[in-house]
């Protein structure tokens, strides 16, 4: 019998959690079982997708980066990264604003509803306003600062700085580059062969995945908030799924048009990476999974992959950035608030600001919200408004994440073979012969 795909394998490991998840609330005993015996297994897939993270970022990047010759291709390549993402992340901002005004969700919201659903969560969203708090404390320059570390081994044993790492990494890969080529081979090989040994163990990893999601499906089912209060929420959830699918739709176009590949080979290929970042609600534990797909079967090549996706995974969230348009819009509504032309151009730039700001990390976006919502004077009593849908809405935003950098990733690898590089040391173009 031919051997059942990888992302089938995941899917099947996804309904079955959410079957079992809801036969489990029929039961007294279902939800301590679940937690005792199920959850554990979840827990442990994705530590181990984030044990594997940083060993990830540090080896392939300065192995992408010592692969270049010379140092002006990789301030080219940051450059196209960098304002691709921008670009991207402002085109997801206006189109979560224009569905949001269209549809409307916020109208359908009562009075009654309103009060209830603020009292049913305002502790949680107090918990996320302390937070928000704490970062918009902090001076204009604060997030540069925190790109450089003052110490690299403390840096690294936290995921949360994952930026801190990529900027010793950079800074590793251009010394490597810099030193005469006998002094670097050694810790070149080092490195070569130490990707090597990480990409075989994201391979293992991914043999669980499908028991890992299966766990963390079935726990999401017996710990979902109560069921009436998600109804009055429809709306609004549509409302986001539907931009949500609408970017991803225009991510298809992008990589049809730039590099010329369909839509099959590209959903296709990025597929298991998408359902690991609906089972994870995080970015940055998907990143393992993301940085092999796009490598192995988007053919994106490791140079390019090993650079845009570390940096994409902190700071390009598209999902997270249409999702808080349309919350603030969403929140606006509910109170009866019409907002200006000029506080929803204010929302581009502060949910631009804010995505990249965000956390790779679950219930980020609900966080950084608060900045958007108090700078566009959007009362931040209604983060506890939408708090009940946000986890499954999380999951959802996390997969356009991801493709957004995969696309992002796909323009700057096509963008640096057009530009023609003979110093790459290692190859033909940037896109290579692919496992499928
Ligand atoms: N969970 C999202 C991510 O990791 C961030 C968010 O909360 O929007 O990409």
Not at 306 to 322: E, K, Q, R, W
Request: with cysteine.
């Amino acid at each position: 019998m031919k051997k059942l795909e990888l992302h089938w394998k995941i899917l099947i490991g996804m309904a079955l959690g959410v079957v079992f998840g809801f036969i489990m609330t029929n039961f007294d005993f279902g939800k301590d079982f679940i937690s005792d015996w199920i959850k554990p297994f979840g827990t442990i897939f994705i530590n181990s997708l984030k044990l594997i993270a940083i060993p990830l970022i540090l080896a392939s990047l300065v192995k992408g980066i010592s692969d270049l010759k010379d140092i002006s291709k990789l301030s080219q390549m940051g450059g196209v990264t960098i304002v691709t993402y921008i670009i991207t992340t402002v085109i997801a901002v206006s189109i979560g604003l224009i569905v949001v005004n269209v549809i409307k969700p916020g109208d359908s919201i009562s009075e009654e509803t309103r009060i209830e659903l603020i009292g049913a969560y305002e502790s949680d969203a107090d918990q996320k306003r302390e937070v928000a708090a704490n970062t918009k404390n902090s001076g204009p320059l604060q997030a540069l600062i925190d790109v450089v570390p003052s110490n690299i081994v403390y840096a690294a044993s936290n995921n949360k700085n994952m930026l801190q790492v990529i900027f010793f990494a950079i800074l590793f890969g251009i010394s490597m580059i810099l030193i005469p080529p006998n002094n670097s081979k050694p810790i070149k090989e080092f490195f070569d062969s130490l990707n090597k040994v990480i990409l075989k163990i994201i391979d293992l990893i991914m043999l669980f995945a499908p028991y890992g999601v299966f766990a963390l499906l079935a726990t999401l089912i017996v710990e979902a908030p109560q069921w009436d209060l998600l109804k009055s929420l429809l709306l609004y959830s549509i409302t986001l799924i539907f931009g949500l699918s609408l970017l991803i739709i225009l991510y298809v176009i992008i990589v049809k048009i730039f590099t010329g590949k369909g839509p099959n080979y590209f959903l296709k290929g990025i597929l298991p990476a998408q359902l690991v970042a609906f089972s994870t609600s995080s970015s940055a534990a998907t990143l393992p999974v993301t940085m092999d797909r796009v490598h192995n079967h988007l053919g994106v090549k490791e140079e390019v992959s090993s650079f845009v996706l570390p940096i994409g995974a902190t700071i390009n969230m598209d999902g997270t950035a249409l999702y808080q348009a349309i919350a603030a819009v969403f929140i606006a509504q509910t109170f009866g608030l019409d907002l200006s032309l000029g506080a929803q151009l204010g929302i581009i730039l502060t949910a631009t600001l804010a995505s990249i700001g965000a956390a790779a990390v679950p219930s980020a976006g609900i966080i950084v919200l608060v900045i958007v919502l108090s700078q566009a004077g959007i009362p931040e009593a209604g983060l506890a408004l939408i708090f009940a849908v946000d986890r499954p809405l999380d999951m959802c935003r996390t997969i356009v994440n991801i493709t957004g950098d995969a696309t992002v990733s796909m323009i700057v690898a096509k963008y640096v073979e057009k530009s023609g590089d003979p110093k790459v040391n290692n190859g033909d173009d940037n896109y290579k012969n692919v496992k499928g």
